[in-house]
């Protein structure tokens, strides 16, 4: 049952994005694209870009995913799936605030996650540009100057999209 | 309805309709993590509904839990407020500008996005994504990689992740492994 393996599948990402909405890419890339090949790697990774230009979280990329298996309701199912586990775990948290926050183990299991979630952002990365960018320099040039404006610069991500699609759209013709 | 006035938290606290319109300009203007930005603005500059340091209580939980920190901090506001109703409704208000207009494109996109004078478009968004996922890889790092443990730490995980190891158990596995040797200890509280 396609509908409910969607559910698990969001539900499951949705419980560890540790990081913040970002850190979907890898598990979505694992699951989505090379488990289940609901999406290929350029629809994914298009479906990303799409979320950044979208106002409210990255994660409404799952909306893309969950209409492209399953149309309207596979959108609507993927969406709340995906929000449901950090949904419940705050608010219940929201009463324990003052304890959650001064426990060392929960300090110290943060401690450990956010150093996974870099390694994990760094294969998601260099997945998806030796499936894009990898063998054409102009792309790789773009990489490096879009990198410089976010880093250095810290320009909106919403611009650095808009203007890598325009430059794109530039040099191809 | 009479059950509303019951089950208001604190005196203070907004109606429901005035906290979902808000969460809905919120959804419908915030970018990412642009989002607490404008949610700071519209619940603690500008209508006082909480006070900076409830606000920034909420923020530290969000970077604690799963999920998008803005989202996260939205439905930790709305429970705040009002509850269990209050939190749903935020949540939901939050998401259908974002919805309805990723919902939008997604249809253009699957109609329109072989259009051959896009494809130069999409391969520009690729080279933007690559860049954004290395940012956040850099941001998060830069924070986090504060002692020799977590570098390594790091190391293993990467190499791990390189050879295909389930992602869910290596995030748990890490996690656990903070938990048990990276926990703040009294003796070495100052940083």
Known sequence: ?173 | MSAEAAVTLNPGAPSLSRLARVMLKVGATGFGMGMVGVLQQEVVTRRSWLTQEEFADGLALANLLPGPIAVDVAVYVGYRLRGWIGATLCLLALLVPAFAIMLGLTIAYLHYGQVPQLHGAFKGLNAAVVALVLSVAYRIGKSSLKSAAQASLALVALAAAFLHANLVVLVLACGLVGALLLHPRPEAATP
């Open chain 1, 1 to 173: 049952m396609n509908l409910l393996r969607l559910a698990l599948v969001f539900g499951k990402i949705g419980a560890v994005v540790f990081g913040g909405g970002f850190v979907m890419i890898p598990f979505i890339q694992r699951e989505v694209v090379q488990h289940y090949g609901w999406l290929t790697q350029q629809q994914f990774v298009d479906a990303i870009a799409l979320g950044q230009i979208t106002p409210g979280p990255i994660l409404i990329s799952a909306t893309f995913i969950g209409y492209k298996v399953q149309g309207l309701t596979g959108a609507v199912v993927a969406t709340l799936a995906v929000f449901l586990p950090s949904f419940l775990m705050t608010a219940l948290a929201a009463r324990q605030m003052m304890r959650l926050r001064r426990n060392p183990r929960v300090a110290g299991f943060i401690r450990g996650v956010l150093p996974a979630v870099v390694a994990m952002l760094l294969v998601a990365a260099i997945t998806i540009a030796r499936s894009t960018v990898w063998f054409d320099w102009r792309l790789l040039f773009l990489v490096v100057v879009s990198l410089i404006l976010l880093v250095r610069y810290k320009v909106d991500a919403v611009y650095v999209v808009v203007g890598s699609g325009i430059a794109g759209f530039l040099l191809e013709r």
